[in-house]
């Protein structure tokens, strides 16, 4: 087995924020994992586009490794979603359909409001330190106009949320959070104009959450999803059926939040 030469530029990621692959690994799983991370980033940074096959031959002269390392690599990012098989061709960077987005993005409402509203109830002192300084760095990304920087940022802002939850098992979903922030982000998403609306979103969500206001922080963030679903709706790119799915997610969201809210309530009583 050849030693790999895997080293990632981030520049060359069009701004996502990522490091280089640890070189300290040892032994076949350390290997697995830096193949995947190099992988990974490359799609994360478009450099791997959707939909784009990804060839084990070429894959391996191109980072320097064997076949082995690679299709276990591979099969690690086909379980996180970020690649799908294609019979005896290999494998390619997951594409935007439709049905995925919307599946997608309705997970996101959910995880996005509980780690809010988790965020609010355990992290509501470093609110303010940790998210707010994000929210005033994605506004100077606007103008002059900085897609690369404020889709970096925008992950952040989300994933530090998460962070604040001090949920483990939210944690264990910033693939998601990265897939639907990167990979799924259409042009609609990524525009001056949509961004300036979700930075004040943004905004409004660090209230809620730096003042303690759990409830408000969830309704909050599930909004900021379903807006994003909205304008996904737009998108002529996206399946037409996508508006009338996103409306009744929509509704459904409503009521899976009275629920949300009542479990919280209840949770006390019950000793949990």
């Not at 280089?20 to 992988?39: C, F, T």
């Not at 993005?105 to 995880?111: H, N, Q, V």
């Not at 997610?249 to 009521?255: E, N």
Request: aromatic share 4%.
């Amino acid at each position: 087995m050849r030693a790999p030469t895997l080293v990632f530029d981030p520049d060359a990621a069009h701004g996502t924020e990522c490091a280089e692959p640890d070189p300290s690994g040892s032994g076949r799983a350390g290997l697995v994992e830096e193949v995947a991370h190099v992988l990974r980033q490359r799609i994360y940074g478009s450099i791997y586009r959707p939909g784009e096959l990804l060839r084990q031959v070429q894959l391996s002269e191109e980072l320097n490794v064997s076949r082995t390392p690679l299709r276990e690599a591979l099969r690690l990012l086909q379980s996180e979603g970020l690649v799908v098989p294609e019979g005896a061709r290999g494998v390619s960077v997951v594409r935007l359909e439709g049905s995925r987005l919307l599946n997608a993005f309705a997970l996101r409402e959910m995880l996005d409001g509980l780690a809010a509203r988790q965020a609010a109830e355990r992290g509501a002192q470093r609110a303010e330190a940790e998210l707010g300084s994000l929210v005033a760095r994605q506004r100077a990304a606007i103008s002059p106009w900085q897609p690369a920087e404020y889709v970096r940022l925008n992950v952040e802002f989300h994933a530090r949320i998460i962070e604040l939850s001090g949920n483990e098992f939210l944690r264990g979903q910033m693939s998601l959070v990265r897939m639907t922030s990167t990979i799924f982000a259409p042009t609609v998403l990524i525009s001056p104009e949509r961004a300036s609306l979700a930075i004040d979103e943004h905004r409004k969500v660090v209230d809620a959450i730096k003042n303690g206001r759990a409830a408000e922080a969830e309704a909050l963030s599930r909004s900021h999803i379903r807006e994003t679903m909205a304008c996904l709706a737009e998108d002529p790119g996206v399946s037409p059926r996508l508006a009338e799915a996103a409306a009744f997610t929509g509704a459904a969201a409503a009521t899976a939040l009275a629920l949300t809210a009542a479990a919280s309530a209840l949770l006390p009583a019950v000793g949990w």
